[in-house]
């Protein structure tokens, strides 16, 4: 008789919900349903299906070809990575609890879904796909949660830049245009639209600002890792369907231009024992954030928290090609005194550092950039903090004035190019491990290729330097 399959168990969890679930979609006048998930670049794939096939997808799932976790990119040889033109599909069953309407067409619905191994296979059918960094990360926080009692909460920063028609920003030289009110107005029609649909979706909003030349950043409260990261994922959509609908040009690009911010992804975390004590935590979540000690006012982190940060500092280096995923993502690095990290290093709220600490015991980690899959930074993160708390890790002591100025740190140099974060990455075992090795393969085979694409191509840059300087 065959053991119960992972497969089998969510087709069983959707079953009991399946009747509440079929009225509340037809109440809502949903015809049409998208079934959505998140492949390892952080891009969203799925099909489309008629509402009426609701209970059928519930315990059928939809099936893509398993390249789709891969973007169906071929390398430079073309050869399609992920199994080739020959490899199986997988089966993608939707979580009913993410649910949702778009607020902009309302006739559409849609669901994330979990990816496993179709049924079918010997040996490996029903089991969770190894290539699905979604459930990858829930598994991970799962398993963190059952071996320290903790659960890791994030709120993420997301800066992108905007630019069409309407939207540029004036100011004088040597000055930027950062939290001026007039560029804020500039973006009223964006900031408006996006923050409404939003919270249509069931995000929390909470404030937002203009930071650089087209650049805006919009947040919503912090939750656990793993809804934080489906958000970051439909926030990106949300902008993006924003930008069809007012004829303007949306993009997470980490650095779109030299000489201004980068566009970041900072992720703030804490970790909390929920429930101890029926205690009151932030802004009345129940549990108890450990990296905060109630008995002391001023900035402060306990001993937990600062093990927490040693994990988190001596994983920086491996952890950097997943935080900046991009061949472009580098250029934020290049660019000094942008605001962002130059050192693997740590300081009460110091914001030239990699990990800030800031009020309330939370950790502003900000490696991240705007191109980050959510779900492989938290994955990872999980296993550099448990790391931390498991060996004592000792960050050191915190960095006092400026990280741009000589600082030096105990702890490696950070990588500068995708290919030396590669090797970092792939040198990390506890960062490696925070993956299947399925996984992890086909991350380094995706990013290799890019670097060897990058290497390959003639840029303006070079044109400029080398195409009259001889004789």
């Known amino acids: ?48 299906v008629p509402a009426r096939h609701l209970r059928r997808n519930l315990e059928r799932g939809i099936n893509l070809h398993r390249t789709a976790m891969s973007d169906l990119q071929v390398d430079r040889a073309g050869n399609l990575l992920g199994g080739g033109t020959e490899a199986a599909e997988f089966t993608a069953m939707p979580d009913p609890e993410t649910f949702a309407v778009l607020p902009w067409d309302t006739s559409v619905g849609r669901f994330l879904c979990r990816v496993y191994e179709p ?61 001026h009110a007039d560029s804020l107005e500039v973006m ?35 939750d656990d890792a793993d809804r934080t990261a489906d958000r970051l994922v439909t926030y990106r959509q949300i902008c993006r369907q924003v930008a069809r609908e007012l004829g303007v040009n949306a993009s997470f690009m980490p650095k779109p231009a030299a000489g201004v911010m980068g566009n970041g992804c900072h992720h703030n975390l804490s970790l909390w024992r929920v429930g101890v004590d029926g205690g009151q935590g932030v802004d009345g979540e129940q549990g108890e954030n450990i990296l905060a000690d109630p008995g002391v006012t001023e900035m402060h982190l306990t001993e937990a928290g600062r093990h927490a940060v040693g994990g988190i500092l001596s994983h920086s280096a491996g952890m ?10 580098y250029k934020r690095y290049w660019d000094a005194g942008q605001f962002a990290p130059s050192q693997i290093n740590w300081g009460f709220d110091n914001k030239t550092c990699t990990v800030r600490l800031s009020a309330n015991g939370r950790l502003e980690f900000k490696l991240p950039d705007a191109s ?3 779900y492989l930074s938290h994955a990872a993160l999980l296993s550099a903090i448990k790391d ?12 006092s004035g400026s990280s741009y100025e000589g600082a030096q740190s105990k702890f490696e140099a950070l990588p500068l190019t995708l290919s030396d974060a590669l090797d970092a990455f792939e040198a990390d075992p506890i960062v490696r491990g925070s993956f299947p090795d399925d996984l992890t393969d086909l991350y380094l085979e995706l990013k290799r290729d890019e670097w060897a694409r990058f290497c390959g191509a003639i840029t303006d840059w070079e044109r400029e330097m080398y195409t009259d300087h001889l004789p």
């Open 388 to 399: 931390g708390l498991d060996h004592a890790i000792d960050p050191g002591a915190p960095q």
């Open 372 to 374: 980050v899959n959510p």
């Open 1 to 48: 008789m065959s053991s119960t399959t992972a497969l089998d168990e969510h087709r069983e969890q959707n079953a009991a919900v399946a009747d509440d679930l079929v009225a509340r979609v037809e109440e809502t006048g949903v015809e049409f349903l998208y079934y959505q998930s998140v492949s390892l670049t952080g891009r969203v794939v799925g099909k489309v």
């Open 188 to 222: 009223r029609p964006v900031y408006q639209r996006v923050i409404r649909y939003a919270q249509a979706l069931g995000f929390d909003m909470i404030e937002g600002d203009y930071e650089d030349p087209g650049q805006l950043e919009l947040n919503w409260m912090f």
């Open 320 to 329: 950097m090609a997943l935080m900046g995923p991009t061949v472009n993502s």
């Open 119 to 179: 049924g079918h296979r010997p040996d490996v059918g029903g089991r969770p796909l190894a290539t699905d960094a979604r459930s990858n990360l829930q598994r991970k926080h799962a398993a963190f949660t059952e071996a320290t009692g903790l659960r890791l909460r994030s709120g993420c920063e997301p800066e992108m830049t905007w630019t069409g028609p309407g939207l540029d920003v004036h100011y004088k030289p040597g000055s930027s245009p950062a939290y």
